[in-house]
């Protein structure tokens, strides 16, 4: 016989009242979101994860880690890249497990500002983190542009010594370039040609680390000296500087958008990707900065490739040294892709409406009008400020160290409250006080350098 279930129908006013009373009240409906609903497509595997995590992290900006270790010598150079990578690996880490906590109780956070304003409240989210977040972004925008103009000129000079284009024309052919590719749609759209930008990560940082053993090994090799330079204040200042550099080139600061990527469910996936990731890290990071601080010693220059070069004679084959450099062009627009990102979610969320189709006509113009300008804007500041790594320097002391290695550690003891008994609560405080005072005197080594390069600044330079 069957048995039918009460309803509120059968059952008498006083008990369906009980009911209604002790049953919770459906939350209301969340407003949509066109940022998260369009740029942050939650498709990916942790395969593509790792793609998008190699690109934020392994830049052409690695080829001044042999210069970090000419400030800091041998021993304490590789002793800092190990450290910051061993460091970076855990405070990514801890992001995924706060990331995966709340997405495991309902409410998944797809942004940095969205877990500040959930874990350290609104007005962190609002008025600290997000714009911090989209001030370091949108600078390393404008670093990559820089990276990638001067990177044509070489290649212009390496085939016309006596040509007369100027650094300014190659930064706008880079940005038009780019212009073409911020139009792709989605963070997860960019996963192939990510998984290329891991590839021609390999191929430059190989090309870099050969080039460097050749040239060491040859007859034309320098005469190297591997004493530190610089005394008193200045050699303090250059140690500070140094540790900044090896910071900034380990910095990511878009770990909530890249995990937004992920498919649910989403736990395990992250780490995953995060292991494909150093994999690539570490193999092209000591490879590069332990060859190129052996080749030159203490004169090796702000970009190892410029030693390569003497005056306009090659120290290499002109074709090696073009390809080289081509592979570092291809991979920095990569990495410009991936860092327009999170402007591309403000835009999306601010402009695009989230009941019309993600390529109707009414979201497609304002896609294509934001983005637009937001390359243009990148290009003009690049081109107009060719010093912009001295101001890069002072954004990854304000930026990439309280992102990377302060709030992950305050988010994690936040949300799982470890015993203050524990290993893990005094190893993040650790971490998060140091990195703080680290932050502090790296910001001050980055103005202080500022005011002494003052002298030689001019905008459009043909640096």
Not at 329 to 335: E, G, I, M, N, S
């Amino acid at each position: 016989m069957a048995t039918v279930a009460p309803t509120s129908r059968n059952l008498s006013p006083t008990v369906a009242d009980e009911i209604s009373t002790t049953q919770p009240t459906p939350p209301p409906p969340k407003k949509l979101d066109a940022g998260a609903l369009f740029v942050l497509k939650s498709r990916g595997s942790w395969l593509h994860c790792g793609y998008h995590l190699t690109t934020a992290i392994v830049a052409p900006a690695l080829l001044s880690l042999p210069f970090a270790l000419a400030l800091l010598g041998w021993e304490g150079g590789v002793a800092v890249l190990m450290l910051a990578g061993i460091i970076t690996f855990y405070s990514y880490n801890l992001l995924s497990l706060v990331l995966e906590h709340h997405a495991e109780r309902g409410h998944r956070q797809l942004r940095f500002r969205d877990m500040a304003h959930d874990i350290l409240g609104p007005g962190w989210g609002r008025y600290y983190v997000g714009p911090l977040q989209l001030g370091s972004c949108y600078g390393a925008v404008i670093a990559c542009t820089l990276l990638g103009g001067q990177s044509l000129k070489f290649i212009y000079l390496l085939a016309r010594p006596d040509g007369s284009m100027q650094l300014s024309h190659f930064i706008v052919i880079f940005g038009g370039f780019t212009l073409i590719l911020a139009q792709i749609p989605s963070f997860h759209s960019l996963r192939h040609i990510n998984l290329v930008s891991l590839i021609l990560c390999f191929a430059y940082c190989a090309c870099t680390t050969a080039g460097a053993i050749y040239i060491g090994n040859s007859r034309k090799a320098p005469l190297r000296n591997y004493s530190l330079t610089g005394a008193g204040i200045n050699r303090i200042f250059g140690f500070f500087n140094a540790i900044s550099i090896i910071c900034t080139t380990y910095g990511n600061g878009i770990i909530p958008e890249i995990q937004a990527t992920i498919a649910e469910p989403v736990k395990g996936k992250m780490f995953k990707g995060l292991l494909v990731c150093y994999a690539v890290v570490i193999s092209n990071y000591f490879s590069v900065g332990i060859s190129g601080y052996w080749a030159f010693g203490n004169q090796v220059d702000s970009s190892v490739l410029q030693n390569f070069m003497v005056g306009s004679n090659p120290l290499l084959p002109k074709w090696f040294l073009l390809m080289t450099n081509g592979f570092t062009v291809l991979q920095v627009a990569a990495c410009t892709l991936v860092y327009l990102q999170p402007s591309n979610v403000v835009f999306e969320r601010r402009f695009a409406d989230p009941k019309k189709g993600q390529f109707s006509a009414r979201n497609c113009v304002p896609r294509l009008i934001t983005r637009s300008l937001s390359v243009i804007i990148a290009t003009t500041f690049a081109a107009m400020l060719p010093f912009f790594g001295d101001i890069m320097a002072l954004f990854g002391a304000f930026g990439c160290i309280p992102l990377d290695f302060i709030l992950p550690m305050v988010f994690y003891n936040l949300t799982f409250k470890p015993s203050k008994r524990g290993l893990v609560f005094w190893v993040n405080t650790v971490i998060g006080v140091g990195s703080t005072g680290l932050s502090m005197i790296g910001a001050v080594a980055s103005v202080r350098q500022i005011i002494l390069d003052a002298k030689t600044y001019r905008l459009f330079a043909n640096m």
